[in-house]
């Protein structure tokens, strides 16, 4: 509940029929910041890989990036935009599209030898128990390459300064905004990786140059390529960061072969039986609609 009362507290942002793509991205000059993204995921994560998990996937917008591996999972809440992705990358059968929850997540453990999640943790209101499960379906030694917004950047430690704003860019815990918008601060989520068993290998700064006025009078490419060198700089001074991080050893039992899918509630084995997945103990039914698989709410 909200604590100050009123309507429920809400515990994920569904972008469920939102123009989300349009708005935020296509329409809205955000080339840039699509361009400097890419740089630092081709610089984190491994070439080539047997499966891959993109959580929020969104509308398949990174998608094409993870070419490499043999099987990619595009992991989002909203069914909507895992539709949208389906058009643009086609009935390629290296895809398998799943609608759930990050932190109630369909697979075995150990299921994936890497996971992508970016602009997807400011959103959510636990942290520690989406990078639980994100631990849970990696596998030992797995690469997951993560983006989280930062709260400690040039432009917060400034306004610090000047007495402009009430919060500090130097505390530890996530800063909410707005609702269901946090910032964190890097050594938070350092430490929250640590205590599911990720240990970071490498850290880029992102975003350096995410202004309006920059973006409006310089050319793209300039913007791109100065922000990839800065990249290499390692200081954590930016509104954005992109932290590789392996899974340390795994205390579960590895996931094996093709069947990877699992009860989101229980744990329990799948059998497909015509356009519904059905658990092999409890009998509940997830749907399939149109080749994505829906496990955030069990079939009435």
Known sequence: MNPEGGAPRPDIIDYEGSRYRHDFWEDANRVYEDQVERVALRRLLPLTGRRLLEVGAGYGRLTPEYRGFDRVVLLDYSLTHLQDAQRNLGRDERFLYVAADVCRQPFCDGAFDAATTIRVL??????????????????????????HASKRHLKSALRHALGLQKWSPYTLEPLEFVELNFDFHPEYMRQQL???????????????????????TLPTGLLVRTDSLLQYSGVLWSPSVFVRATRQEHAGVQCAGDS?????????????????????????????????YDFREPVT
């Open 194 to 216: 640590a205590a599911v068993g990720f240990h970071i290998d490498r850290r880029l700064p992102v975003s350096w140059l995410r202004l309006g006025l920059l973006k409006n």
């Open 122 to 147: 400011h959103h959510l209101p636990d942290v520690p128990g989406a990078l639980a499960e994100m631990a849970r379906v990696m596998a030992e030694q797995g690469t997951l390459v993560l983006e």
């Open 260 to 292: 990877f899918l699992r009860c989101p509630y229980s744990g329990e084995g799948l059998q497909r039986q015509g356009d519904n997945m059905v658990s092999f103990e409890s009998g509940r039914r997830w749907a399939i609609r149109d080749g994505i």
